[in-house]
């Protein structure tokens, strides 16, 4: 008697809730009359594991009380990416805490306290579900569809283009996720059962590097994964459905390339397992075509390696200098550096380069790893790189002849017995977050590279921060480029270039748009060295003028077309995702 009855109310569920989302062209922020009520907010405490959180910005005690630990914590850890990801409502990037009114105005929270400025919400979302396990995230998507609200999915926080809060949202906070299993012997729901995979590693949404490489090397394996100060950067959210780069790429392809598994929760609440025999359009998809878009990942099933040695190369140099941008011995050293990108990336070189302005000084850094995976390939590619250090050693010598004061702090290969050897020193610690920046970006295709590597060094060393990130080609370009939804672009590309532009705290709408125009002119120049190339959209910029083409090139129609098999109900919708130039530029309401 029970059934029908249940049934029924189902049925009457599903016509609210199909009302309640078409019903107005808006989403539901906080404030608004509809807002749910403390007493539906009640219902969803009871159907969690965790209680309600309410995020805050991450200054935010050193305005309530500025003499607590709180505040001394804060003060303490703003750069740490690990504490910041421990944090609700802070950001990696304190800008996205903030919002800008119509009237330019902005909204944020300072840690500098002394500016007099009072601390804001922002954008920094009101309520958040604490996610562990998949019916928490199920109960979070069925409440936030019900009641229309803007869902923002955070994990880390990372995110470039604020995509992990919004103005007035209902946050899933994925970071508690954080169960990781080792399967000695994995083989994808639905395969056949001799289809193998030793050693893959099964990582619950809120999973960060640090602590999947750990559980890696705890087992003898590796991971194709990314980098940063203290590995907080999540392995199973927005990184690997953006693309995922690694500076192993080169040798063992893209993030999306070493996926055999993605679980999920769907608009309508229901827990799917996507891999290339069960929703394999979905895991098409969730394989590139950007974080916040089709589904939230509540899994991601890894294909490991087993632990190799590597080669390490390291070169530090440096001059003192007024101006932003390299003297002519580092342009030199770059440009001979972007001559031998292609063949360094075939050889399964990976890892980051990059000219940092300083006050008074621009260095010039490399932190590249190779597999040392046979002894006639390894000695190969020692021998271009140990003859490329060489050279920059060459050119700085010359140039101090003649006056000038380049200095070579360190340019070395070094031979280590894992790449976790490699790995810890760099990363494993390591302030690298908790200022305010925005990114503008560009993949350079091998072919470009080739045919005139003096022209794409002297447009790009005269722009001030850039970074030559070798996390593609190789491996990365020999899958096919429609084998998943990750922008072909990505395939063609030996380079991903990134450049940067900060601000200070309290600066005003019209100082900070200055600091844009520079990055937009900046990125423009990227850009016009292969238009028909495309952009990383989990490090690009906000300003990119054909968004949808940059990041998702011809893919973009098929990833339209599977997000409304999925998602029909639009409830996720992200800054420049796939369907978002649907909505206004608050993301808020339809166009
Ligand atoms: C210091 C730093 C270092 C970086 N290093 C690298 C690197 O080495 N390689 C690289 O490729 N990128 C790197 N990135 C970029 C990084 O990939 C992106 O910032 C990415 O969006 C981070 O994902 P997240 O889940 O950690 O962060 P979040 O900001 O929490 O999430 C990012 C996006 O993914 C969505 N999302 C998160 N979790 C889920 C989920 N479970 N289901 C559905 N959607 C979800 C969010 O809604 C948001 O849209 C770096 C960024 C920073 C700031
Ligand atoms: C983040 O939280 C975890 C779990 O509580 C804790 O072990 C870790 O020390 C915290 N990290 C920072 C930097 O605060
Ligand atoms: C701008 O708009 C916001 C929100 O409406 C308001 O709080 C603020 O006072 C306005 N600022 C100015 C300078 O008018
Ligand atoms: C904080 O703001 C004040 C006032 O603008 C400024 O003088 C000071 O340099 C700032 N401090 C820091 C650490 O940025
Ligand atoms: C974590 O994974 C282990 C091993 O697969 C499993 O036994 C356990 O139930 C999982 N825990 C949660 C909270 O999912
Ligand atoms: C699995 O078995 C099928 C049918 O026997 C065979 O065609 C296929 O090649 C096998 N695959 C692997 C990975 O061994
Ligand atoms: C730059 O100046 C500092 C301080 O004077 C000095 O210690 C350093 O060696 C100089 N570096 C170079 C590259 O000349
Ligand atoms: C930066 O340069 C200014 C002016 O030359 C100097 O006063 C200041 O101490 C320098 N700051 C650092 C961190 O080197
Ligand atoms: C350094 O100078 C010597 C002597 O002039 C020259 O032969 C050599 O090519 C120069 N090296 C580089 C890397 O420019
Ligand atoms: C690479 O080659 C150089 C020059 O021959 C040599 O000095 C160095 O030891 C080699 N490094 C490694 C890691 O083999
Ligand atoms: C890429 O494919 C080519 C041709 O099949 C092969 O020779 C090469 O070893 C592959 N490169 C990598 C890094 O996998
Ligand atoms: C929910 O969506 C999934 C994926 O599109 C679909 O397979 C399933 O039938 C839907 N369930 C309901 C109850 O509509």
């Known amino acids: 008697m029970l059934r029908p009855r249940l049934l029924f109310l189902l049925a009457l569920l599903q016509v609210f809730h199909a009302t309640a989302i078409s019903g107005s062209s808006c989403r539901c922020l906080y404030g608004d009359p509809c807002w749910p009520s403390q ?81 804001g919400r922002g954008s920094v979302s009101v309520i958040a579900v604490d996610a562990r396990s998949v019916s928490d995230v199920q109960a979070a998507v069925n409440f936030a569809a019900v009641y229309n ?69 705890d087992a003898g394996r590796v991971l194709v994964g990314g980098a940063s100060g203290g590995g907080s950067v999540g392995a199973a959210g927005g990184w690997i459905q953006g693309g995922g780069h690694s500076a192993l790429s080169a040798s063992f392809g893209l993030g999306v ?41 509540t899994s991601v099933t890894y294909r490991t390696r087993p632990s190799f040695p590597v080669i390490g190369a390291f070169l530090s140099a440096s001059i003192n200098t007024s101006s932003l941008t390299p003297n002519a011995a580092l342009s030199a050293a770059f440009t001979e550096l972007v001559r031998i990108t292609p063949q ?47 050279h920059v050693q060459e050119l ?25 050897d490699w790995y810890v020193p760099l990363f494993s610690t390591g302030e690298s977050v908790g200022f305010n920046v925005e990114l503008g970006s560009w993949l350079l295709p091998r072919d470009v590279v080739e045919s005139d590597h003096e022209h794409v060094a002297e447009t790009l060393v005269n722009i001030p921060a850039i970074s030559w990130y070798l996390v593609c080609g190789g491996a990365a370009s020999n899958v096919s480029a429609d084998a998943a939804g990750i922008n072909p672009a990505w395939r063609k590309a030996v380079v991903h270039v990134v450049g940067a532009t900060t601000w200070s705290d309290g600066a005003t709408l019209e100082e900070i748009n200055a600091a844009r125009e520079i990055l937009k002119s900046d990125t423009a120049k990227m850009r016009a060295l292969a238009p028909e190339s495309g952009a990383y ?24 077309a599977i997000k409304a098999v999925y998602d029909p109900i639009n409830l996720f919708v992200v800054t420049e995702g796939v369907g978002s130039d649907e909505w206004d530029d608050s993301l808020t309401c339809r166009k």
């Open 39 to 119: 007493s539906k907010f009640d219902k969803l405490s009871a159907q969690v594991s965790q209680p309600l959180l309410f995020p805050t910005p991450a200054a935010q005690a050193c305005y309530t009380s500025p003499d607590s630990a709180e505040c001394t914590e804060a003060v303490a850890q703003w750069g740490n990416g690990n504490w910041r990801a421990n944090h609700t409502g802070a950001m990696q990037s304190p800008n996205f805490e903030t919002f800008t009114f119509s009237n330019g105005t902005i909204e944020g929270c300072y840690l500098n306290t002394t500016l007099g400025l009072p601390c």
């Open 149 to 217: 609200l803007r869902l923002a999915i955070k994990n880390t926080g990372h995110d470039y283009l604020g995509r992990s809060d919004g103005r007035g949202s209902f946050m899933l906070w994925t970071h508690n996720m954080k169960n990781i299993t080792v399967h000695p012997s994995f083989t994808p729901a639905g395969a056949p059962t001799n289809e193998s995979y030793e050693y893959a590693i099964t990582l619950e949404a809120g999973v960060q590097w640090h602590e999947a490489y750990s559980a890696a090397n």
């Open 257 to 297: 390339d070493n996926v055999l598994e993605i679980s999920v929760v769907t608009s309508n609440g229901s827990y799917l397992v996507t891999n290339a025999y069960q929703h394999p359009d979905l895991f098409w998809a969730l394989r590139g075509g950007g974080g916040g878009t089709y589904a939230v990942a």
């Open 344 to 390: 360094l990336t075939d050889q399964g070189w990976g890892g980051y380069s990059m000219f940092k302005p300083s006050n008074s000084s621009v260095s010039f850094v490399i932190r590249y790893v190779v597999p040392d995976s046979s002894p006639e390939s390894a000695a190969q590619a020692n021998a271009t790189m140990s003859a490329y250090l060489t």
């Open 396 to 420: 700085a010598a010359n140039a101090t002849q003649a006056g000038d004061s380049t200095v070579v702090q360190s340019a070395y290969t070094a031979s280590f017995a894992s790449w976790w």
């Open 537 to 560: 959209y989990n490090e690009a910029s906000p300003y990119e003028p054909n968004p949808a083409q940059a990041f998702f090139g011809s893919h973009y129609n098929k990833l339209r």
